[in-house]
């Protein structure tokens, strides 16, 4: 019973001794997980796939909350859209660029409906900052 305790308590001791270790103590990410700063179709367009910040305008679209920087629109699609008093401001949006390829919808008519049709940026996981 008594090494069971032992057992415990050193790997108790051991635990706090790397939290107190790792105390103070501030590691930059590593380099492949630093954001690339893009701000218009053509450096989005080279960033498909990575870790970026798009800084821009936040506009509500029917797809999801958008930024909208110059040519280029991000979809923000893990946000339906933004919330009260962020529309309209100043954002940086940070997150993994995907393009996507949409269809229109089309009704029973055969009319479009309100879709995207071609390719378009989405970013899923998406942080975002309200910019002064």
Do not use: F
């Not at 990410?29 to 800084?55: C, L, M, N, Q």
């Not at 899923?124 to 910019?131: H, Q």
Request: hydrophobic share 50%.
């Amino acid at each position: 019973m008594i090494s069971y305790l032992d057992s415990i308590a050193g790997a108790a001791l051991g635990a706090a001794a790397m939290l107190v270790a790792g105390c103070g103590s501030r590691q930059e990410p590593p380099a492949s997980t630093a954001a690339i700063e893009v701000s218009d179709a053509a450096s989005a367009g080279a960033a498909v796939g990575k870790r970026v910040r798009v800084t821009g305008i936040a506009r509500n679209a029917k797809l999801s909350a958008a930024v909208v920087a110059g040519d280029l629109v991000v979809y923000a699609v893990a946000h339906p859209s933004w919330p009260d008093g962020v529309a309209g401001k100043r954002v940086a949006l940070d997150g993994v660029l995907e393009r996507e390829q949409g269809t229109p919808a089309r009704g029973p008519s055969g009319e479009i409906r309100a879709a995207l049709e071609g390719p378009y940026l989405v970013v899923r996981a998406a942080d975002y900052t309200v910019l002064p």
